[in-house]
């Protein structure tokens, strides 16, 4: 079955400790995105790239970091500059960057520790 | 810059009561309207869209029309089910944009 699998589903972060969330998708998409979901304010862009080696700052990206080194991954680095990671974090893809239609991942739970 | 703003919630109604989830927008343009749906544990699906004024998407009983001159896209059902409990986000996306702009999303749960 073709999807976007996202993990882990859950995730502690320690002070001072880099984590990193995984996404892949096998839907041959260009175009992936990573939201930030926190309680009573909807999802909020964080990083997204529109091709491989190639990608864009959202709204939200200072804390975070990304690659996008293969076309069916896109992994979120969550640093230890980023001073309020506890969030639910979903991973998209579209099939390009005019494609309207998000394909979501099931979201990984990060808590800090 | 573009925002949506969702009814409050949670909402909590009876099996087959009829269902609104209010959304309004604020855009340049002409933008691009979506609801995505949630289920416990789970991404976000896409629901329904419509792309131009007076549209009117629909998907699973749902149904929604683009209101230009209320800025507007009201989520309906006319008899709700208790698989319909879920989270529902108001989007919008501007034409040439990359990024959709969601709402905060509403809770619904439907009781037998």
């Known amino acids: 079955d073709g999807g976007i699998t996202q993990s882990p589903k859950y995730l502690f972060r320690k002070e001072g400790q880099n984590v990193t969330l995984s996404c892949e998708q096998n839907?041959?998409?260009?175009?992936m995105y990573w939201y930030r979901q926190d309680p009573g304010q909807g999802l909020r862009l964080i990083y997204y790239s529109q091709i491989v080696n190639d990608f864009q700052k959202g709204d939200i990206a200072e804390g975070y970091s990304v690659s996008r080194e293969k076309k069916e991954s896109f992994p979120l680095t969550v640093t230890s500059a980023q001073k309020n990671p506890t969030a639910f974090y979903l991973c998209?893809?579209?099939?390009?960057?005019?494609?309207?239609?998000?394909?979501f991942g099931s979201g990984t739970q990060l808590s800090v520790l | 810059g573009d925002s949506v703003t969702q009814m409050e919630g949670p909402v909590t109604l009876s099996e087959e009561a009829f269902l609104t989830i209010n959304c309004t927008y604020t855009a340049t343009g002409y933008p691009s309207l979506f609801w995505y749906v949630q289920y416990p544990g789970e991404g976000l699906q896409l629901l329904l869209k419509a792309t131009k004024a007076d549209d009117k998407g629909s998907n699973k009983g749902f149904e929604a029309t683009y209101r230009k001159e209320t800025t507007s896209f009201h989520l309906e059902k006319g008899s709700v089910q208790v698989s319909d409990s879920a989270v529902y986000f108001c989007?919008?996306?501007?034409?040439?944009?990359?990024?959709?702009?969601f709402g905060q999303g509403t809770r619904l749960t439907i009781n037998p």
């Open positions: 998209a893809s579209s099939k390009s960057r005019s494609d309207e239609k998000l394909f």
């Open positions: 839907l041959n998409h260009d175009a």
């Open positions: 989007a919008l996306r501007r034409k040439g944009a990359q990024k959709l702009v």
